[in-house]
């Protein structure tokens, strides 16, 4: 394996998403909306994947595999945030809101940092692609084949769960009512939960490849982030300010991230 090589691959994709998230910011200023750096984050993977797949010099079919898995998910997902984000621009998400209140006067500057910073994790995520990609051996293992039916669930999973809370909140007898129906019923957040089994997927399909197990660390980080940092934690605060009384009842029903069975209020 060329970690040379490698490391120029990295690069190039770091300065085109930290090119991508400058110009998103200055977008996000003149709109006065930085909920528009989720659809970019997303949207920076497919980038990362024509870089890595056009610039790696791993297995072909290999690389056609994961880069073709890697652009179903993270469009997907872009164009599922796409709809929700700039669909409605003139109001900006609660989580962002309450960041610009404790910002204050340096909001501006500090979600540039914010924003440069969603570009540098974008590329360290990558670190499953870019190992893989510069597999040059010929044969898929077993391995690399579990991975890619891992993926196939997670996959259906986030997008079937991000179809019921699009639907639960078209409706507008659901106004100030908590989404418990479908997957939600079994997880208050199955979406993100399918997020992270994603990666996951891509963890055990690297498995196969020299220096493989290093891909860990995009699982890791975004177990940590979606259970730690922006991903529960924020959409829990947001539903108790918005919704308290009928989330915390269903805080005290339903596993927060991995779908399980319904307990009782108490337990």
């Known amino acids: 394996m060329d970690y040379a090589h490698l490391f120029f691959i990295a690069l190039i994709c770091l300065i085109a998403c930290c090119s991508i998230m400058a110009l998103v910011w200055l977008w996000a200023k003149r709109i006065n909306n930085a909920g528009v750096v989720d659809v970019f984050w997303a949207l920076n993977f497919p980038v990362i994947t024509v870089i890595t797949f056009f610039l790696s010099d791993g297995f072909a079919l290999r690389k056609l595999l994961i880069c073709g ?58 670190l499953p692609f870019f190992i893989i990609c510069a597999n040059p051996s010929p044969v898929i293992d077993l391995a690399e084949y579990f991975g890619l039916t891992i993926w196939l669930v997670a996959f259906v999973g986030e997008m079937v769960s991000d179809r019921q ?61 979606l259970t730690k940092v922006t991903g529960v934690p924020n959409n829990e605060e947001q ?21 399980w069975f319904k307990k009782k209020p108490g337990i």
Not at 93 to 103: F, I, S, V
Not at 239 to 259: D, E, G
Request: hydrophobic share 45%.
């Open 165 to 225: 809370l699009a639907a639960f909140k078209k409706d507008p007898a659901n106004k100030g009512k908590v989404c418990d129906t479908g997957l939600w019923y079994y997880s208050r957040h199955p979406n993100y939960f399918f997020e992270w089994l994603t990666w996951m997927a891509y963890f055990i399909f690297a498995l196969s490849s020299p220096w493989g197990v290093l891909a860990i660390v995009s699982p890791a980080i975004i177990l940590y982030l």
């Open 69 to 126: 898995i890697f652009l179903i998910a993270e469009l997907r997902l872009g164009l599922h945030l796409w709809q929700r984000v700039i669909g409605h621009l003139e109001e900006e998400e609660g989580r962002y809101q309450q960041l610009r209140k404790e910002w204050g006067i340096k909001a501006d500057r500090n979600f540039f940092v914010f924003f440069q910073f969603q570009a540098i994790s974008n590329v360290l995520l990558a």
């Open 239 to 259: 539903n108790l300010r918005s919704k308290p009384i009928a989330y915390k009842k269903y805080q005290q029903t339903t596993s927060a991230f991995i779908p």
